[in-house]
């Protein structure tokens, strides 16, 4: 993790606070969008330029995180 922000959202990788210039908070923004993978490939060219691989390597961590946190939440749901 990067920034506080990240480190917070470890617990609820959808939670809205993001710090600006922050990679991996960009990157778990994008995490988010629902929109054609061309426009997310733009977006990743866009905002990483040259580290647009990385960029998409911090989207892919989030995105499994966030299957994790709502497995869990699924699970946690099914104990009760």
Do not use: Y
């Amino acid at each position: 993790m990067t920034c506080q922000q990240c480190a917070d959202a470890q617990d609820n990788p959808r939670g809205d606070w993001f710090a600006v210039g922050c990679d991996s908070c960009t990157a778990r923004a994008l995490m988010v969008v629902t929109c054609p993978e061309d426009d997310i490939d733009r977006a990743l060219q866009k905002l990483f330029g040259r580290s647009r691989e990385r960029g998409a390597e911090l989207v892919r961590q989030w995105r499994a995180r966030d299957r994790a946190h709502i497995a869990a939440a699924a699970a946690a749901k099914g104990r009760r």
